[in-house]
């Protein structure tokens, strides 16, 4: 049972556009959710987070979305940069819950110059 | 450096031996987290600590392995008579233990079991 998808496997931008990432979720008692980042060989490195409470949180070029009615947040990067090529995972948990965060599969993000 | 840091980076075992990996947390951070992450796959959660307790694990877990926390500091998993389909990066992560929270991961030890 997957409760956190992310159904594009990899998306390829060119430099100075949007990438759009989205990420899916089917339980409703998810409350808190982040992106990450991860190049190989290293563990994923924590980008931006957003709380059910709010519908857009912003840091720098990266913008996180959340839809709850959908069950779904995507992150928006601005402009993209060759640097930003890597594989992005959504996670989510639940804040009355056990503290345990859900990953989804990924989605591999490739910014051509 | 004062992030999350893993021991070993690397290890190549044979199968049905037993490997251990460590794990130091960011000072003060109470809760830390084991994850094993597989080719095309995210992290895939399998335990947690609040402080020494361990609070919760995954059904992924079989009884081959333990996670410990002694003193509330480092954590060790271990895995007994490795088989091939441990093979796959082990994760640690932990985070201040103070509600929901982003959590700092550690660089990972890859496991191969030939």
């Known amino acids: 049972d997957q409760q956190v998808k992310q159904n594009s496997p990899s998306l390829s931008v060119q430099e100075g556009r949007i990438s759009i990432l989205n990420c899916d979720y089917t339980n409703s008692m998810f409350d808190y959710f982040l992106w990450y980042k991860k190049y190989p060989a290293e563990g994923p490195t924590f980008l931006i987070s957003i709380s059910s409470i709010k519908d857009k949180n912003e840091d720098g070029r990266f913008t996180v979305f959340l839809n709850k009615s959908a069950k779904h947040l995507s992150l928006h990067i601005v402009p993209s940069q060759p640097g930003d090529s890597a594989v992005y995972f959504c996670a989510a948990s639940a804040i009355t819950g056990t503290y345990k965060y859900i990953f989804g599969t990924g989605t591999r993000l490739k910014v051509l110059a | 450096d004062t992030g999350v840091s893993q021991d070993p980076r690397h290890k190549i075992t044979k199968r049905g031996q037993n490997v251990t990996f460590r794990c130091d947390p960011i000072s003060e951070h109470n809760r830390l987290y084991w994850y094993r992450q597989t080719l095309g796959q995210g992290p895939e959660f399998l335990t947690y600590?609040?402080?020494?307790?361990?609070?919760?694990k995954s059904r992924l877990l079989s009884d081959r392995f333990s996670a410990e926390r002694p003193k509330g500091s480092f954590s060790t998993l271990e895995i007994q008579r490795t088989e091939q389909g441990d093979s796959a990066m082990y994760l640690c992560?932990?985070?201040?233990?103070?509600?929901?929270?982003?959590?700092?991961f550690g660089p990972g030890t890859r496991l191969l079991v030939l």
């Open positions: 600590f609040q402080n020494e307790a361990q609070l919760e």
């Open positions: 992560a932990t985070t201040p233990g103070q509600g929901p929270e982003t959590q700092y």
